[in-house]
């Protein structure tokens, strides 16, 4: 079998099953599992899935830049930014990460809302000028060009002084198996600081993310009380995290 044959199976295995088990796909090829994992390997410097041990998920396609992401699925961030905004309630003290789709959460805030946002993102500070009844803490440290946020051993250290309520968590991939993962090292640590710096976790997740992966693991699934995806979200997709007792919200 040749080898641009053997991707596209690969490529047809993981979109029919969510995974690549490369013992199975060796087998079912009648190749080693060498050359699965050098496929993989391969595959995996395309972008075109990400690896694990024993296999592969699939990439998420959320790892871009900021302002690329910005014109991914723009109206699902809208409704799942709306969906959590409502969930904010008076007083509270609320986190929110950085990203397109907090951004979304900042801007249906209501201007009469009186609470607490902490975050490590400017460009969510500057969602909130307007909101003269919210108090806005900003983490600084070193910042991220890539996301637009603040990193680094002084955001750590700020953010241990926090207790907040809730954590609106943003992440590029979210998956059974490997749980809540992002692009970049540094920024995991950061939203796990954040999450471990809230009495509850909720993660804006649009479908693109759901059931894909990324290099770094921010938290395990059981870290996290609820997810807010869009309506269109296939349910098959959402199947296994309400197994898991988690709070799904259709936008």
Same mark, same amino acid.
């Given at each position: 079998?040749?080898?641009?044959?053997?991707?596209?199976?690969?490529?047809?295995?993981? +979109?029919?099953? &969510?995974?690549?088990?490369?013992?199975?796909?060796?087998?079912?090829?009648?190749?080693?599992? @060498?050359?699965?994992?050098? @496929?993989?390997?391969?595959?995996? %410097?395309?972008?075109?899935?990400?690896? $694990?041990?024993?296999?592969?998920?699939? /990439?998420?396609?959320?790892?871009?830049?900021?302002?690329?992401? %910005?014109? #991914?699925?723009?109206? @699902?961030?809208?409704?799942?930014?709306? /969906?959590? /905004?409502?969930? #904010?309630?008076?007083?509270?003290?609320?986190?929110?990460?950085?990203?397109?789709?907090?951004?979304?959460? /900042?801007?249906?805030?209501?201007?009469?809302?009186?609470?607490?946002?902490?975050?490590?993102?400017?460009?969510?500070?500057?969602?909130?000028?307007?909101? %003269?009844?919210?108090? $806005?803490?900003?983490?600084?440290?070193?910042?991220?060009?890539?996301? $637009?946020?603040?990193?680094?051993?002084?955001? #750590?250290?700020?953010?241990? %002084?926090?207790?907040?309520?809730?954590?609106?968590?943003?992440?590029? &991939?979210?998956?059974?198996?490997?749980?809540?993962?992002?692009?970049?090292?540094?920024?995991? !640590?950061?939203?796990? !600081?954040? *999450?471990?710096?809230?009495?509850?976790?909720? $993660?804006?997740?649009?479908?693109?993310?759901?059931?894909?992966? *990324?290099?770094?693991?921010? =938290?395990?699934?059981?870290?996290?009380?609820?997810?807010?995806?869009?309506?269109?979200?296939? +349910?098959?997709?959402?199947?296994?995290?309400? +197994?898991?007792?988690?709070? =799904?919200?259709?936008?």
């Amino acid at each position: 079998m040749l080898t641009t044959h053997r991707k596209q199976q690969i490529l047809a295995i993981l +979109k029919r099953q &969510g995974q690549v088990i490369a013992k199975e796909v060796s087998a079912a090829m009648g190749v080693s599992e @060498d050359t699965i994992r050098r @496929d993989l390997r391969e595959m995996a %410097q395309e972008g075109l899935l990400q690896r $694990v041990h024993g296999g592969a998920l699939p /990439a998420s396609p959320a790892v871009a830049d900021f302002a690329v992401r %910005q014109h #991914i699925t723009p109206e @699902d961030k809208v409704a799942i930014g709306r /969906a959590a /905004a409502k969930m #904010i309630q008076p007083g509270q003290v609320v986190i929110l990460d950085g990203g397109t789709t907090a951004r979304q959460v /900042a801007r249906h805030i209501p201007l009469d809302l009186k609470a607490t946002v902490v975050t490590h993102s400017p460009a969510i500070a500057i969602e909130l000028i307007d909101h %003269q009844n919210i108090e $806005v803490i900003l983490i600084g440290g070193r910042l991220f060009r890539h996301s $637009v946020v603040a990193v680094g051993a002084s955001a #750590i250290e700020a953010i241990a %002084q926090i207790h907040a309520d809730t954590y609106f968590m943003g992440v590029t &991939g979210i998956h059974p198996k490997t749980g809540l993962t992002t692009g970049d090292y540094e920024e995991a !640590a950061i939203k796990r !600081a954040l *999450s471990n710096a809230a009495a509850e976790t909720i $993660v804006l997740a649009s479908s693109e993310k759901l059931n894909a992966a *990324s290099p770094y693991v921010v =938290v395990p699934l059981s870290e996290i009380s609820g997810i807010i995806t869009e309506r269109s979200a296939q +349910k098959a997709l959402l199947r296994p995290y309400e +197994k898991l007792g988690i709070t =799904v919200t259709r936008a």
